[in-house]
């Protein structure tokens, strides 16, 4: 909605002319308008045709012709997914490790991108250069492995959290942020005999909210979205995510049939492919409901940190 109002107003000022009048409504305005319609129907049809078919009926769905809106409404699909106990236990799961994790990462990342912010930090550039060559190369998936092998993170439920603690990428965001920061500030703080931790929590921590919310929405989206360590590292299903529980329904195409409580006539009106419709309506409703409400604190640390990059 933010961008939206800012487009608006960029619209309205535009149609105004030096003296106050409406200018005349362009071909090539038209043209935008409709390439924007375009785009932005391309961006949605997908999660409208997987919304259209979750809510229709699995015996009709195998028919085929569904684009936009269901022929045959039920909410037998959303029934069936809600009612199986491995979805909540995969929600359980996820959410624990985007909050964990996203608060885990924030607070290393941000602390070793304060001290590779200060110039008097010794070996801030070899530093500087093994953060740099890790971001380029690294040792692959099987040395990957058995680090997490020897390390004793197999069906644990730390390999979602100690892995992700640190980003190369995030640290340089944090970096130049704190550079930006007047050294005025921390002068005076140094004066009135506050040490580094002092400072770092009590002063530059608060003035780094913009870039705080940015980081750590890329870090629980992260989180939030991932299953490939899942895939790799865990055997446990009591440690499936929400997104690895959403790829083994997708893969198997098979409705779960030990769901108890269910009348017996529903596995005879859905569809596999239904279901896994449902499934991901099921698993994008977290971040529809979170996103708009960090999206100012975003858009305001997008631009803060554009400026004084």
């Known amino acids: 909605m933010g961008w939206f109002k800012m487009a608006r107003s ?4 535009k149609m105004k002319g030096s003296n106050g009048k409406k200018a005349k ?3 090539f305005d038209v043209l935008n308008y409709i390439l924007l319609g375009l785009f932005a129907l391309i961006c949605l ?3 409208i045709y997987v919304l259209a078919c979750s809510l229709n009926t699995g015996t009709d769905y195998i028919k085929g012709g569904i684009y936009l809106w269901p022929r045959e409404w039920t909410f037998e699909n959303f029934l069936l997914v809600l009612n199986d106990d491995r979805l909540w236990r995969a929600y359980g799961i996820t959410l624990a ?9 924030l607070v290393y990342t941000a602390i070793v991108g304060y001290a590779m912010s200060r110039q008097n930090l010794r070996g801030r550039n070899i530093f500087y250069k093994i953060f740099i060559f890790t971001m380029f190369f690294s040792g692959g998936t099987v040395p990957y492995y058995l680090i997490i092998s020897a390390l004793g993170l197999f069906d644990n439920f730390l390999v979602y959290i100690i892995p992700a603690l640190f980003s190369v990428y995030n640290m340089l965001v944090f970096s130049n942020f704190f550079r930006g920061i007047p050294e005025e500030i921390r002068e005076s703080a140094v004066m009135d005999g506050a040490s580094e931790f002092k400072i770092f929590t009590s002063i530059i921590m608060p003035l780094s909210t913009p870039v705080i919310s940015t ?8 989180h939030w979205n991932s299953f490939y360590d899942t895939m790799l590292y865990t055997s446990d299903n009591r440690l499936w995510t929400l997104q690895y529980y959403l790829m083994k329904v997708i893969k198997e195409s098979s409705i779960p049939t030990n769901i108890g409580g269910l009348p017996s006539d529903i596995l005879q009106t859905v569809s596999p492919e239904t279901v896994s ?7 994008v409703i977290p971040i529809l409901i979170v996103y ?4 100012k604190m975003l858009t305001k640390g997008v631009v803060v940190g ?4």
């Open 306 to 309: 554009s400026l004084k990059g």
């Open 277 to 283: 419709f449902a499934a991901i309506i099921i698993s």
């Open 292 to 295: 708009p409400l960090i999206f």
């Open 97 to 105: 490790r985007t909050v964990l994790g996203t608060i885990s990462a």
């Open 25 to 27: 409504t362009t071909w």
């Open 45 to 47: 049809y997908p999660m």
């Open 215 to 222: 980081v750590a929405l890329w870090i629980a989206v992260g």
């Open 10 to 13: 960029i619209h309205q000022m």
